[in-house]
């Protein structure tokens, strides 16, 4: 079997979930969640269901493992991880979407990525607070207004590493079309 950009891509996309997925926005020794861009960039540039049930499953096993060493972590799995299914998905979507764009203009990509990040805040929350079973006394609106503070950095992480997984991929392939 030969091993092609798409398996390297596909490898790449794994290493920086295993590598990031440890907390939401990073501590002085760990890096933020990649979680949003690796998605995004999986529905991008790899595209297909069992791309996405991979990416999933990793997601899911390394949360599953953090929740046996982590407090946090397990406070997150609860009926409302569904939603973080539907978060992905999303990103997911978003990046096939934009996979349908010749020549993906920078503009566009960062469009439409940024709006997904944000809508993909909104379900994430939401889900959160309608499901976990952490909120029974707290309304919609005092739960929103609790957790909008963490959108700044949720969108600050997701878009360093769009920016930044845009810019090396658009280096490699101009590097290997300029040797081929």
């Known amino acids: ?17 295993a590598l990031t997925r440890v907390g939401h926005f ?20 790899l595209g297909g269901p069992w791309c996405f049930a991979a990416l999933m499953a990793t997601a899911f096993g390394i949360d599953v493992f953090l929740a046996r060493t982590a407090t946090e972590a397990g406070w997150c799995l609860t009926p409302a991880y569904g939603g973080l299914v539907l978060t992905y998905g999303l990103m997911w979507a978003a990046g096939r979407l934009l996979a349908r764009t010749p020549q993906l ?13 944000g809508l993909a805040f909104l379900v994430s929350n939401l889900s959160f607070w309608a499901f976990s079973g952490y909120f029974g006394d707290m309304d919609l609106a005092g739960y929103a207004a609790s957790v909008a503070r963490y959108f700044p950095p949720y969108l600050g992480s997701a878009a360093v590493y769009l920016a930044l997984g845009w810019i090396v991929r658009r280096v490699l392939l101009t590097r290997l079309t300029a040797t081929a």
């Not at 990073?26 to 540039?45: E, H, K, N, R, Y």
């Open 1 to 17: 079997m030969q091993i092609t950009t798409r398996h390297w891509t596909f490898a790449g996309l794994l290493a920086l979930l």
């Open 26 to 45: 990073g501590t002085v020794v760990s890096l933020p969640d990649a979680s949003l861009a690796v998605f995004l960039f999986g529905g991008l540039w």
């Open 105 to 117: 203009p920078a503009g566009r990509f960062a469009l439409v990525s940024l709006a997904a990040v």
